[in-house]
């Protein structure tokens, strides 16, 4: 089992920057991505950006290209995700989460959840 915490949400002006950071702890050696996922009321879960934890390898969904950035830091177990750029169009829960499989991108492939942290975005 493998247990994760986020922090780092908040309220932040439209084009302003914010940075998650999701510690993972646990049986860490079993991962092989770790995700960030959005999600708003009413809404399903939304896949946006994966990384591959040994090799560093990323996949982002195509409306935060060029604006997240997802990173991790094997040594501490944590991922983080740069967000800039910031709309109001990105507030959400932001979930952390981790894999057993490579290149994982559907919430179906996620086996750990975070408990969500709350971004949001002023126009």
């Known amino acids: 089992q493998v247990h994760l915490v986020e922090s780092g949400g908040g309220l932040v002006q439209a084009g302003g920057s914010l940075k998650l950071s999701c510690a993972a702890s646990g049986r860490t050696f079993t991962i092989y991505s770790m995700g960030w996922f959005r999600q708003t009321p009413g809404k399903e879960r939304e896949f946006v950006a994966t990384i591959r934890w040994n090799s560093g390898i990323t996949i982002y969904e195509d409306s935060v290209k060029g604006r997240f950035t997802i990173s991790r830091d094997n040594a501490r177990n944590t991922v983080y995700l740069q967000m800039n750029g910031l709309k109001p169009e990105d507030t959400a829960v932001y979930y952390c989460?981790?894999?057993?499989?490579?290149?994982?991108?559907?919430?179906?492939?996620?086996?750990?959840w975070g408990q969500g942290t709350q971004v949001t975005v002023s126009s």
């Open positions: 989460a981790a894999s057993l499989k490579p290149f994982a991108r559907s919430a179906a492939d996620f086996n750990s």
